[in-house]
């Protein structure tokens, strides 16, 4: 038996597509707050007396002084901490954080074949017999769930012909991973 597929598409298999993303780190330094310290008095039993400038003291204490400390400045990483103090007591404090790690987002694509349509062939019969060979046309139509149905006429025996097929899966279908 010898058949031509009317329309020449390929078979639709599973299409399996990889795509990775590189994000880099932060650019951009944003402060975290964090609750500022509570003081905690220590007597240290000193009771000596010395002459003292009053006024340099007085200056000291109004005097507004910020400290500024960086602590990991990298590759992985930029930690600073700024902290304010008046009066002699701790004003304010601020925490600056940036991660520089870059963030790589692998994403996997899976498409499933659509579903076929239904296939219509036609062609041509050849049978040979002991005592006469037979020819005539055939025609064989495919359903998308894998069932098959042709029609043979055989020209010298004026013979009728119906077959019924399904296809057979060898290999188990490829599903993929949720």
Avoid: W
């Avoid at 400038?53 to 992985?76: G, H, M, N, W």
């Avoid at 074949?113 to 040979?128: D, I, R, S």
């Avoid at 055939?138 to 012909?161: C, D, F, K, Q």
């Amino acid at each position: 038996m010898l058949l031509n597929l009317c329309s020449r598409k390929p078979d639709t298999q599973i299409i399996e597509s990889h795509t990775s993303d590189t994000i880099p780190g932060d650019s951009i330094t944003y402060e975290v707050h964090i609750l500022k310290p509570v003081p905690k008095y220590i007597d240290t039993g000193s009771r000596h007396y010395f002459d003292v400038d009053s006024l340099a003291i007085l200056k000291a204490y109004f005097a507004k002084v910020i400290y500024l400390d960086t602590l990991l400045d990298d590759s992985s990483a930029f930690i600073a901490i700024l902290d304010t103090i008046y009066n002699n007591r701790l004003q304010n404090r601020k925490l600056y954080f940036a991660n520089r790690r870059a963030t790589v987002i692998n994403n996997t694509t899976y498409a499933q074949p659509q579903n076929e349509k239904m296939q219509l062939y036609v062609g041509a019969m050849l049978a040979t017999m002991p005592d006469k060979i037979n020819i005539g046309p055939v025609i064989l139509i495919t359903t998308p769930r894998g069932m098959a149905y042709s029609y043979e006429y055989g020209i010298n025996s004026r013979s009728h012909t119906l077959t019924f097929a399904c296809r057979l899966r060898l290999y188990p279908r490829k599903v993929p991973p949720d």
